[in-house]
């Protein structure tokens, strides 16, 4: 298996546009998570999906972000508009489902470092 | 409430010197543990893990044991290399009954620098 592949690895943007990222995650896996990681606030789970259906998005920040999962095979998250305070790392991960081995284990993506002017 | 406390960082060491970077915890029950490490420009991985008291989880050198009587698993490397540098962090998963990772709960991260 190639592993969680996330899209683009890097974004450079303007306030105010609006920046896709996407996850393909790990076949089989039925959770699909997207976390955020900065220097100030370190690792935070913004949304996670199990078997496709959003479970928790009390982690999103407000409602210029938006996720979707519209089939098994891939995820987006959306900000619209950007703002400089969105630039961090965002990271895609995937899991088993509970109860198959290695259930409690994240595998991450390479990560989407999106930089907001 | 579940919560992870790992030492802070940055640690530097020079190669070959020996590490240790702690974490305690806070948990009801018996956690599954891990330590996950994040090269330079990469993902968090799964570094080693265990899921019960006095377990021992090893790889690529490094050890942690699980010590429910200090509520600890701290990390341990007999001889760092330049390569070990990066952000480790120290994570649970609640135990019982439809543990899943959507409950995994990561410390802060400790950045590690070896000189050569």
């Known amino acids: 298996d190639a592993g969680v592949i996330q899209s683009p690895r890097h974004e450079v943007t303007e306030m105010g546009q609006e920046v896709t990222l996407r996850c393909k995650p790990i076949s089989g896996h039925d959770y699909l998570f997207w976390y955020r990681q900065t220097m100030m606030r370190g690792l935070e789970l913004l949304i996670y999906f199990n078997n496709n259906v959003p479970i928790d998005d009390s982690g999103m920040p407000e409602d210029r972000f938006s996720a979707k999962m519209p089939n098994a095979s891939f995820s987006t998250l959306k900000i619209q508009p950007s703002e400089p305070r969105d630039s961090a790392v965002y990271f895609c991960?995937?899991?088993?489902?509970?109860?198959?081995?290695?259930?409690?284990?994240?595998?991450f993506g390479a990560g989407s470092r999106l930089t907001v002017l | 409430g579940n919560s992870v406390t790992q030492m802070e960082g940055p640690v530097t060491l020079s190669e070959e010197a020996f590490l240790t970077i702690n974490c305690t915890y806070t948990a009801t029950g018996y956690p599954s543990l891990f330590w996950y490490v994040q090269y330079p420009g990469e993902g968090l991985q799964l570094l080693l893990k265990a899921t019960k008291a006095d377990d021992k989880g090893s790889n690529k050198g490094f050890e942690a044991t699980y010590r429910k009587e200090t509520t600890s698993f701290h990390l341990e490397k007999g001889s760092v290399q330049v390569s070990d540098s990066a952000v480790y962090f120290c994570a649970l998963s609640p135990s019982g009954q439809g543990s899943s990772a959507s409950k995994i709960i990561f410390g802060s991260g400790t950045r590690l620098s070896i000189r050569p």
């Open positions: 991960a995937s899991s088993p489902r509970q109860g198959a081995p290695g259930a409690n284990v994240l595998t």
